[in-house]
């Protein structure tokens, strides 16, 4: 009887290692790396000024997400909606 649970116990621990890898590829699948280079510059008052040219990497899941992340980066998070930029997938 012991044999048998400690079998089962085994199993489920394997079954479970192997869902963590699963979840981690599908995961890892989603998110792409990005660079969103800044095509105009931006003067901000509060926090600092990004020049034109400026280039930030993100992780993102597409290219809005990508804006959104490289303008917090850059420090101008709440106007992600009205700076240029060029987006590439790397």
């Known amino acids: 009887m012991i044999d048998k649970y400690l079998y089962i116990v085994m199993n489920k621990e394997k079954l479970q290692q192997i869902i963590r890898e699963e979840v981690k590829n599908v995961i890892n699948e989603v998110f792409s790396n990005w660079e969103v280079k ?18 930030e990497k993100v992780k993102a899941r597409g290219t809005s997400e990508a804006i959104k ?11 992600w909606m009205h700076v240029d930029v060029d987006v590439k997938k790397v």
Not at 69 to 79: D, R, T
């Open 69 to 79: 992340k490289a303008c917090k980066k850059a420090g101008i998070e709440s106007a």
């Open 38 to 55: 800044f095509t105009r510059a931006v003067v901000n008052k509060n926090v600092g000024d990004v020049k034109k040219g400026h280039i």
